[in-house]
């Protein structure tokens, strides 16, 4: 991916792909999609990027038309035999029978150490020092602290708001982190990461119904 911003237009260009344009699609008065002959996305270009709020609703909006290529990517990797990992936890969870409860090793799983010796949760939050609580000591019990055992809790099956979701047994959930930043609280939904499960999942079910 290649990023590029036009001063002059106030214009932003995400390069997703290579290739020649066939059609340009404009989705709203900010948002223009390229695509080839075949229908892939090779870029999104963002109009009246400086207006800070509407840039970023385009972004989503743009990574939001992005989640059908990466599912075309799985497709394309998995005829060569290439194994990515993002989607086969949920081919694996659907094809097996089990439940995916979790997709962050920040749920309980997983330490961040920064270079100063402070302990977290998240790697996201290093320079901020968001979700961190202590420095590197061999008093420090893992399941003692109590951010890691709340962390350890979230997942879809204990988030009421996933409990009617299709997509409850395979989903895990997303970033904490990121429902965090976006919502001010890790028990809120991660939004960019649910429309990508709940695509996957109708991915799934045709792509499965397919082979039948
Ligand atoms: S797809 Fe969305 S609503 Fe469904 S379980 Fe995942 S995060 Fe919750």
Redesign the pocket.
């Known amino acids: 991916m290649n990023i590029k911003y036009d001063k002059a237009a106030d214009a932003v260009y995400i390069l997703l792909n290579k290739g020649k344009v066939f059609k340009t699609v404009k989705i709203d008065e900010s948002l223009i999609v390229d695509k080839d002959k075949k229908g892939n996305v090779l870029g999104i270009e963002v109009l009246n990027a400086s207006a800070g709020t509407s840039f970023v609703a385009a972004i989503e909006k743009g990574l939001t038309g992005g989640i059908p290529v990466m599912v075309e990517y799985f497709e394309k990797a998995r005829e060569v035999g290439l194994y990515e990992d993002r989607m086969m936890r949920k081919v694996r969870a659907m094809s097996r029978g089990v439940l995916h409860p979790f997709d962050c090793r920040a749920t309980g799983a997983q330490l961040a150490i920064s270079p100063d010796g402070s302990l977290g949760i998240c790697h996201e939050g290093v320079g901020c020092k968001n979700f961190f609580f202590g420095k590197v000591s061999r008093d420090f019990v893992f399941a003692d602290e109590p951010l890691i055992q709340e962390w350890g809790r979230r997942s879809?099956l204990t988030?009421p708001?996933?409990f009617g979701?299709p997509?409850?047994g395979l989903?895990g959930?997303?970033c904490a982190y990121s429902a965090y930043l976006r919502h001010g609280t890790i028990w809120a939904?991660?939004d960019k990461?649910?429309k990508h499960?709940?695509t996957v999942l109708e991915w799934l079910i045709w792509d499965t119904y397919s082979r039948m």
Do not use: E, I, N
């Open positions: 879809p988030m708001q996933c979701c997509s409850l989903c959930g997303g939904v991660d990461f649910c499960s709940l």
